[in-house]
C-alpha cells in the first residue's frame, strides 16, 4: 500500500511539473540512463492473438535519453523555442493506475506502472484544442532519494497526430 | 502567360489575375495561402495533373508487401504482386465502393471486400465472386472487374510517383533537370536508399505552399525561427549559416534545390559528415564528377519537386553536448487536406549499404531535429499555422508578402550543375520560379 500510494503521488507531481512547465525539476524525477519512447502507431488488422495492433518497432515520435530530453528542455530555456514560446497550456490526466509487483534489479527494486494519459493542449487565445490520449507503459525505479523514471513507452491512440507538433512531454 | 480563363468564378479570376501581376514583380498576395475557392482549383489544376510522391520501394520490398497512400482524398494501396510489379490500386471495390484494404501497411496476397466479399489478387486482377453464377449469370467476365489503377505510375531511383492524369508528361520529363540534384542523394551510394521505417504523420492548420517553402528556398527564416538551435550550439554559430550556398530553380518546372556549404571560417566534415567508407563509395556511385565534387562540399542540401515533395539532408549535432556531427535525410509529402489544412507525411531514410551504427545515429538524429517532434520542425509548424490564420482574414487576405529577396541577383556563371543558380542563398528565386510554374497550371 505504501508503494503503491508512493508511485501514484510520483506520477501527480509528475503531471503537475509538466503542466506548470518545471522542466527542470521534471528532469530529476528521471533516471540517468532513462530510456523515453513514442513510437508511431498505424492501422492493423485485428490481429489473430486479439487484442490491439499497429504499434510500430521500426518508427517513433520520440526515442530520447536523458541528455536529448535535456537538450529538448534547454531549448524551452533558449527564449526562442516559439513552438512553446508563448507555451502552451497543458493538462496532464493520468487515470487508470496499475502497478505491478515490485522486482530487484541490479540498479534498485523497480516497478511497472501503466497509466491512461489525457492531454489537453491550447495554444494563444484560441478558442480550440487538441487531445492526445495515450497509455503509458513506465518502469520506476527505487534509487537513494526516491522513485525515478527508468522506461517509458507511450502508446499512441492516434495513427496520425490531431497536433500540429510534439513540442511537450508525455 | 495565359490570361485568366472563364470557367472560375469572377472572385477567384480577379484574384488570379491579382497574383498574375505581382508574380514577376515579387508580390504575392496573402490568400492564395488559405482560399477555399482556390483550394478546389488546385485540385482540379495541380494536384489532378500531377507527379505526386507516393512510396519509396524499400517500404514494400517483398511480394506482397504493401502501404496504403493517398492522391488528394483517393486512397491507393501501393503493392507489390507475386510477379515484383509495384501497382497503385484505387482502394475502392468495384462492386459497390467499400475500401478493400484494412491496414496502412502489411503483406497480403489478395484484398477482400468486407461488404459482398469480392476478393481482388494482390495484382488487382478479380479472383472470387461469392455466388458468381446465381448472382451475376455465366457470361459475367471478372477480368473486366479488377481494381483500378493509378492512372500513371513512374519510380525513379526507388522513388514512386503517381498521376492522375493519363495524359501527364513522364515523370522523367516532368522531374527534367532537377534530376542532377535528386541524384546527389539517391546515387550517394551504389545500392541506393532505405527507409528507416514508416513515415511520421501529423496535421497542421497551414497550407501545402507554405511549408514547402521552407524548404525550396527559405534559408533566410533560420537565423530567427531556429535561433533556439543557434543558441544551444546545436546549429552552427555563424546565424547566417544558411546564406552561404547555392539556389538553384529549373525555370518552367517550379522544382528547386538549396545546396550549402560550410559558412566561412567553420570547421564542418566534407560530404554532409558521412562515413568516410561511403564517401570512397561515393567517388565511383555518381554519375558525373561534377556531381561528386558539389556532394564534397556540401553540409546541407535540399530538394523540392513541384507540387508538395521535398527533401531535406542537414548535418547536425545529435544533442547540444555531442562532439562532432551526423547527417540525417528526411522526405517529405506536404499533403493539402483541405484550405490551410496539410498532413504532412515524414519518412527518415539512409544509405542501404550504411554502416548499423551510423544508420542508428542518423535515425537518432532525425527523431530529434526533424519530424513530428523534431527541435527544428516544431517552430516551423508553429509560424506556418500562424501565416495561414491571418491569409484568410479579411484585412490581412490582400496584403502582398515580399517576395523580392535577390530580385537583382545576377545568375552565377560558374556553378557546375543545371538550373539557374544563384550564389547568394538569401533569395526568393526558387520561389518565385515556383509560383510562376503555379500559374502556369491553374490558368491551363
Ligand atoms: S462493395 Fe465490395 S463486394 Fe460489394
Ligand atoms: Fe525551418
Known amino acids: 500500500m505504501e508503494r503503491t500510494q508512493a508511485l501514484l503521488n510520483c506520477l501527480y507531481h509528475e503531471a503537475e511539473l509538466l503542466d506548470e512547465g518545471r522542466y527542470r525539476e521534471w528532469l530529476a524525477l528521471l533516471a540517468e540512463d532513462v530510456r523515453y519512447r513514442v513510437p508511431v502507431r498505424v492501422t492493423k488488422e485485428r490481429g489473430p492473438e486479439g487484442g490491439v495492433s499497429g504499434v510500430m518497432e521500426g518508427m517513433y515520435h520520440l526515442d530520447e535519453d536523458y541528455t536529448s530530453l535535456e537538450m529538448r528542455v534547454a531549448r524551452l530555456e533558449t527564449g526562442f523555442a516559439w513552438a512553446e514560446d508563448p507555451p502552451s497550456r497543458l493538462r496532464h490526466f493520468v487515470t487508470n493506475v496499475r502497478i505491478g509487483e515490485p522486482r530487484p534489479t541490479p540498479k534498485g527494486e523497480e516497478s511497472e506502472v501503466r497509466s491512461n494519459l489525457l492531454i489537453f493542449r491550447s495554444r494563444w487565445d484560441r478558442p480550440d484544442y487538441t487531445f492526445l490520449s495515450a497509455e503509458r507503459r513506465d518502469v520506476w525505479r527505487q534509487e537513494e532519494g526516491g522513485w525515478r523514471l527508468a522506461c517509458r513507452t507511450v502508446i499512441l491512440d492516434s495513427a496520425t497526430l490531431p497536433t500540429h507538433n510534439l513540442s511537450f512531454f508525455f | 502567360m495565359a490570361k485568366v480563363k472563364t470557367g472560375v468564378s469572377p472572385r477567384l479570376s480577379r484574384m488570379l489575375e491579382e497574383l498574375q501581376e505581382g508574380v514577376e514583380d515579387g508580390l504575392v498576395p496573402a490568400w492564395i495561402f488559405n482560399d477555399p475557392e482556390l483550394f478546389e482549383l488546385e485540385k482540379e489544376k495541380i494536384f489532378s495533373r500531377s507527379w505526386v510522391y507516393l512510396a519509396h520501394e524499400s517500404e514494400i520490398p517483398k511480394p506482397g508487401d504493401y502501404v496504403l497512400r493517398y492522391v488528394l482524398d483517393n486512397p491507393y494501396i501501393l503493392v507489390r504482386g507475386e510477379d515484383g510489379v509495384v501497382r497503385a490500386l484505387l482502394d475502392m471495390c468495384r462492386h459497390r465502393g467499400m475500401r478493400v484494404c484494412r491496414a496502412e501497411l502489411g503483406n497480403a496476397s489478395h484484398f477482400r471486400c468486407p461488404f459482398h466479399g469480392w476478393t481482388y489478387r494482390n495484382d488487382g486482377r478479380l479472383i472470387g465472386v461469392p455466388a458468381e ?48 540534384y535528386l541524384e546527389l542523394v539517391t546515387k550517394r551510394s551504389p545500392q541506393g536508399l532505405e527507409v528507416l521505417g514508416p513515415p511520421q504523420r501529423w496535421v497542421v492548420h497551414t497550407d501545402w505552399k507554405l511549408a514547402l517553402e521552407t524548404f525550396l528556398s527559405d534559408s533566410y527564416h533560420t537565423l530567427m525561427t531556429h535561433r533556439s538551435l543557434i543558441e544551444l550550439g546545436i546549429a552552427p554559430k555563424d546565424a547566417k549559416y544558411a546564406m552561404y550556398g547555392e539556389q538553384i530553380h529549373i525555370p518552367g518546372k517550379g522544382h528547386g534545390s538549396m545546396v550549402v556549404g560550410a559558412p566561412p571560417g567553420a570547421k ?33 542540401l535540399l530538394v523540392t519537386l513541384f507540387p508538395n515533395f521535398s527533401f531535406h539532408n542537414p548535418i547536425r549535432k545529435p544533442d547540444h553536448k555531442y562532439q562532432g556531427a551526423v547527417p540525417m535525410l528526411t522526405f517529405r509529402v506536404w499533403h493539402p487536406l483541405g484550405p490551410g489544412r496539410i498532413e504532412i507525411f515524414s519518412w527518415a531514410l539512409v544509405e542501404k549499404d550504411a554502416p548499423e551504427w551510423f544508420k542508428e545515429k542518423t535515425r537518432l538524429s532525425y527523431l530529434r531535429f526533424f519530424g513530428s517532434s523534431g527541435t527544428f520542425e516544431q517552430d516551423d509548424t508553429e509560424i506556418w499555422s500562424h501565416v495561414a490564420h491571418n491569409a484568410a482574414t479579411p484585412q490581412g487576405r490582400h496584403l502582398r508578402f515580399n517576395y523580392r529577396m535577390g530580385l537583382k541577383l545576377e545568375p552565377d556563371p560558374n556553378w557546375p550543375g543545371p538550373g539557374v543558380a544563384y550564389g547568394l542563398n538569401f533569395t526568393d528565386a526558387n520561389m518565385r520560379n515556383f509560383h510562376r510554374r503555379y500559374l502556369e497550371m491553374l490558368l491551363s
Open chain 2, 133 to 180: 453464377r446465381e448472382a451475376f449469370g455465366q457470361d459475367f467476365n471478372k477480368e473486366e472487374w479488377g481494381l483500378v489503377p493509378i492512372p500513371r505510375l513512374e519510380a525513379f531511383d526507388g522513388m514512386i510517383f503517381g498521376n492522375l492524369d493519363p495524359e501527364a508528361p513522364s515523370l522523367e520529363e516532368w522531374l527534367g533537370e532537377i534530376r542532377w
Open chain 2, 268 to 300: 564542418l566534415p566534407p560530404f554532409w559528415g558521412y562515413p568516410e567508407e561511403m564517401l570512397e563509395r561515393a567517388r565511383t556511385s555518381y554519375p558525373t564528377r561534377e556531381q561528386f565534387e558539389t556532394a564534397r562540399e556540401t553540409r546541407i
